[in-house]
């Protein structure tokens, strides 16, 4: 076992926390522009998708205040493209989930050897975060 970097962990715990906020946000904005005769089930997968980023921000919280760390009150920013078609909010929606794999295949790459919890924390977020990937994709494919 190598030892933990704390600080590094807690600066991207805050990281993660700001942008699953930002999800929150975003996905409840995509929830609220969906129109045409599949919106039902569009609004209810974007519903589920704030819900879950706020339970992964709540999740990296917890983590980031038993290391002792301060939770940020900041959101990352996010991008409004006044495109509101479905294949749109979609593909904003992937380009969201790679970065939010991205912040914990770097959180994993911190932990990685100093904590197996940490560990195991980062590895199920990446898979959670393909599975969104992967997902996404299935609900582009009728669009392309």
């Known amino acids: 076992m190598i030892e933990l970097n704390t600080q590094k962990a807690v600066e ?17 904005h995509y929830s609220l522009m969906v129109t045409g005769p599949n919106r039902i089930p569009i609004v209810q997968f974007f519903q589920a998708q704030a819900n879950e980023s706020l339970l992964h921000a709540q999740q990296a919280g917890e983590i980031l205040t038993g290391l002792e760390g301060h939770p940020t009150l900041k ?20 380009n969201h989930e790679a970065k939010a794999l991205q ?5 994993l790459q911190v932990v990685e050897n100093a904590s197996i ?14 599975l969104h990937n992967m997902e996404i994709k299935k609900m582009l494919r009728d669009y392309s």
């Open 75 to 94: 959101v990352a920013p996010i991008e409004e493209t006044n495109q509101h078609s479905v294949p749109d909010l979609l593909k904003e929606s992937l």
């Open 12 to 28: 991207l715990l805050n990281s993660i926390m700001e942008f699953e906020l930002a999800g929150v946000v975003r996905y409840t």
């Open 103 to 107: 912040l914990y295949k770097s959180f």
């Open 117 to 130: 919890y940490l560990e195991e924390y980062a590895r199920t977020m990446i898979g959670q975060e393909e």
